[in-house]
């Protein structure tokens, strides 16, 4: 049974930094592209940030450098360091795992709430 578990969500000020991690379970970690996704009510699902079996990683254009996608193999996790948070950071984060059409995994999501 595949399992991806999101941890480190939670409320932060603007300006604050958290860290994102997505536990996986019941996939080979290292052969799957794990992406970072985020959710507000009534709007569509975006990027945030991809990274490769290969570690490449890419990001939204809005994100670049206040954002950082890793992964450690060893543990089947991959995290998202978010810095200079901002209000409109606020969102469900949601972790990915991808081989291909037929091996797509999402995680339940951990909320980020940027708000002083």
């Known amino acids: 049974q595949v399992q991806l578990v999101e941890s480190g969500g939670g409320l932060v000020q603007p300006g604050g930094s958290l860290r994102l991690s997505c536990a996986a379970s019941?996939?080979?970690?290292?052969?799957?592209?794990m992406g970072w996704y985020r959710q507000v009510p009534g709007k569509q699902r975006e990027l945030v940030a991809r990274?490769?079996?290969?570690?490449?990683?890419t990001y939204a254009d809005s994100l670049k450098g206040r954002f950082t996608i890793s992964r450690d193999n060893a543990k089947n996790t991959v995290y998202l360091q978010m810095n200079s948070l901002k209000p409109e950071d606020t969102a469900v984060y949601l972790c990915?795992?991808?081989?291909?059409?037929?091996?797509?995994?999402w995680g339940q999501g951990t909320q980020v709430t940027v708000s002083s």
């Open positions: 990274i490769s079996s290969g570690g490449r990683a």
């Open positions: 019941g996939i080979f970690f290292s052969s799957y592209d």
């Open positions: 990915n795992a991808h081989a291909d059409s037929n091996f797509n995994y």
